[in-house]
C-alpha cells in the first residue's frame, strides 16, 4: 500500500526541515508544496505582475510549468526548467506566495500536480491543505504548530543565518500578517483536519519534534 504522510500547518512551524528529516528517517520522499507557490510567487514578481492581480496570476499559472525533481540534495523546484530552488526562501517572494495561493484556479492546478506526485511514490508531502484537500486518504496526517512568538523567532534566526536579518517586531508583524491570509482565505484556509494529530512544538526541540512525528507513523502502521 502507497505511504503517504500528510503534514499542514502555518509559517515557521519547522514544517520544511521538520519534514525532510522524517522523510528521511521513513527513507521516503519530501514534498514540500510551499515551494510550487513560491515558484509561483516569483515568476509573477520577475513578470512585474502584482500578485494581487488574480486574472493575471491566474493566466500565468496556466502558462508557466512548475515541476519539481529530487537530488542528493532533496527537492528542486522548476519553472519553465529553470531551477529557483536557490531564490525562492525570500520574505518577499513567501509573502508573494501566500498572495497568489488565495486563487482557486492556481490551487487546483498545484492540487493536481501533488496528487499525481504523492501516487506515483511513497511520499511525506507538506503544506497547509494537504490533511483536508492533497491526500485527504494519506496514512497518516499531522497540523505542526506552535505558538506565534515562538515561530517568529525560529524564522528571524532563520533569515539572519541565511544574511537577511529584518528587525524581529517585523518578522512577528509579517507572520501575523501571513497567519491571517493563509487561514482566512475564502478557498481551502488553513486549518487542522479532524482526523489530523495535533504537534505542538512551541516547548519541543527539533530532534523531539521528528521523533515524535517518526513514532506516531510507525505506531500507526502498525496498528
Ligand atoms: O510553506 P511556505 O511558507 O513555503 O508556503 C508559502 C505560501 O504558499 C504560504 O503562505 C501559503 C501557500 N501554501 C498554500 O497555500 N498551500 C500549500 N499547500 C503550501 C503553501
Same mark, same amino acid.
Given at each position: 500500500?502507497?505511504?503517504?504522510?500528510?503534514?499542514?500547518?502555518?509559517?515557521?512551524? %519547522?514544517?520544511?526541515?521538520?519534514?525532510?528529516?522524517?522523510?528521511?528517517?521513513?527513507?521516503?520522499?519530501?514534498?514540500?508544496?510551499?515551494?510550487?507557490?513560491?515558484?509561483?510567487?516569483?515568476?509573477?514578481?520577475?513578470?512585474?505582475?502584482?500578485?494581487?492581480?488574480?486574472?493575471?496570476?491566474?493566466?500565468?499559472?496556466?502558462?508557466?510549468?512548475?515541476?519539481?525533481?529530487?537530488?542528493?540534495? %532533496?527537492?528542486?523546484?522548476?519553472?519553465?526548467?529553470?531551477?529557483?530552488?536557490?531564490?525562492?526562501?525570500?520574505?518577499?517572494?513567501?509573502?508573494?506566495?501566500?498572495?497568489?495561493?488565495?486563487?482557486?484556479?492556481?490551487?487546483?492546478?498545484?492540487?493536481?500536480?501533488?496528487?499525481?506526485?504523492?501516487?506515483?511514490?511513497?511520499?511525506?508531502?507538506?503544506?497547509?491543505?494537504?490533511?483536508?484537500?492533497?491526500?485527504?486518504?494519506?496514512?497518516?496526517?499531522?497540523?505542526?504548530?506552535?505558538?506565534?512568538?515562538?515561530?517568529?523567532?525560529?524564522?528571524?534566526?532563520?533569515?539572519?543565518?541565511?544574511?537577511?536579518?529584518?528587525?524581529?517586531?517585523?518578522?512577528?508583524?509579517?507572520?501575523?500578517?501571513?497567519?491571517?491570509?493563509?487561514?482566512?482565505?475564502?478557498?481551502?484556509?488553513?486549518?487542522?483536519?479532524?482526523?489530523?494529530?495535533?504537534?505542538?512544538?512551541?516547548?519541543?526541540?527539533?530532534?523531539?519534534?521528528?521523533?515524535?512525528?517518526?513514532?506516531?507513523?510507525?505506531?500507526?502502521?502498525?496498528?
Amino acid at each position: 500500500m502507497r505511504l503517504n504522510i500528510a503534514i499542514d500547518g502555518p509559517v515557521s512551524a %519547522g514544517k520544511s526541515s521538520v519534514s525532510d528529516a522524517v522523510a528521511k528517517k521513513l527513507g521516503i520522499l519530501h514534498l514540500d508544496t510551499g515551494a510550487m507557490y513560491r515558484a509561483l510567487g516569483l515568476a509573477a514578481l520577475e513578470a512585474g505582475i502584482d500578485p494581487g492581480d488574480e486574472e493575471k496570476i491566474v493566466e500565468l499559472c496556466r502558462k508557466l510549468k512548475v515541476s519539481v525533481t529530487y537530488g542528493a540534495d %532533496g527537492q528542486h523546484t522548476f519553472v519553465e526548467g529553470r531551477d529557483v530552488t536557490g531564490m525562492i526562501r525570500t520574505p518577499e517572494v513567501g509573502m508573494a506566495a501566500s498572495t497568489v495561493s488565495r486563487y482557486a484556479e492556481v490551487r487546483k492546478e498545484m492540487v493536481r500536480i501533488q496528487q499525481r506526485l504523492a501516487a506515483e511514490t511513497d511520499m511525506l508531502v507538506d503544506g497547509r491543505d494537504i490533511c483536508t484537500t492533497v491526500l485527504p486518504n494519506a496514512t497518516v496526517k499531522f497540523f505542526l504548530t506552535a505558538d506565534q512568538e515562538k515561530r517568529a523567532k525560529r524564522r528571524y534566526l532563520e533569515l539572519k543565518e541565511k544574511g537577511m536579518e529584518e528587525p524581529f517586531e517585523k518578522v512577528l508583524e509579517d507572520l501575523k500578517k501571513r497567519d491571517e491570509q493563509d487561514m482566512n482565505r475564502p478557498v481551502e484556509p488553513l486549518r487542522q483536519a479532524p482526523d489530523a494529530v495535533l504537534v505542538d512544538s512551541t516547548n519541543l526541540t527539533f530532534d523531539e519534534t521528528v521523533d515524535t512525528i517518526v513514532r506516531i507513523v510507525k505506531e500507526k502502521c502498525h496498528e
